[in-house]
């Protein structure tokens, strides 16, 4: 069974450049988290997604990340205009769901580097 | 965000030697979760505790729900090398989905 794909691995942009990172979870999983990874540091959620509805946004920077799961299986989350600051580990998980095994399997992440 | 606090910040030890971290927190959680971070990788789910109290084992690996629901202990014994990588905790409270990451406890193993 295929895991949580995340493409691309590793980005370079120059800051006020936007940049998209897509999310493919395993199979038949409801729930989707986007999570962002400083360095040095653990994983902290930035939105979750139950089928295709944002339940929980509170930790997304609104001003400037957008996420969509408009089918409710594959994800995208985007910066527009990125930051310095916006350089770390973008972390794709996905659970079964409300009533399954809340299990999050995280996928292997993007690198986003802001020059 | 918050962020639980693990200790050590990072370990150096030698092939088959005991390794104990622990991570705490100034809230409560409900369920206590240990995971493995390889370069280049995402997390990987090691341990799950579902209780106060609760000691589980899988394999060399034994973790515990503190009894006052603020702290969690992993221990790793006989290390091996593939033990290396960064090892976080997570807690969860109940109706919500959302993990609370620790910092990490990097494990380094001397030839």
């Known amino acids: 069974e295929a895991g949580v794909v995340q493409s691309p691995r590793y980005k370079i942009i120059e800051k006020k450049q936007p940049v998209a990172f897509w999310c493919n979870p395993i199979s038949g999983h409801n729930t989707l988290y986007w999570y962002l990874q400083n360095l040095g540091q653990g994983p902290e959620l930035l939105i979750r997604y139950e089928n295709e509805e944002a339940v929980d946004d509170s930790q997304l920077p609104k001003d400037r990340f957008s996420a969509e799961r408009l089918k409710g299986v594959d994800s995208t989350l985007k910066i527009q205009p990125a930051e310095l600051g916006d350089s770390a580990v973008y972390l794709c998980?996905?659970?079964?769901?409300?009533?399954?095994?809340?299990?999050?399997?995280f996928g292997p992440g993007t690198r986003l580097t802001v020059l | 965000g918050q962020q639980l606090n693990q200790s050590p910040q990072s370990m150096f030890i030698q092939e088959g030697e005991d390794v104990s971290m622990n991570c705490t927190s100034s809230s409560i959680f409900n369920t206590w979760l240990w995971y493995k971070q390889d370069p280049g990788e995402g997390p990987v789910l090691l341990i799950a505790l579902y209780k106060a109290g609760e000691l589980t084992s899988n394999g060399r690996l034994t973790a515990q729900f503190g009894i006052t629901r603020k702290d969690s202990f992993l221990n790793i014994s006989a290390s091996i090398p593939s033990d290396v990588g960064i090892y976080f905790c997570a807690g969860q409270v109940f109706g919500n989905e959302k993990l609370t990451f620790g910092t990490g406890t990097r494990l380094t193993i001397i030839p």
């Open positions: 998980a996905s659970s079964l769901g409300a009533g399954g095994n809340n299990e999050q399997f």
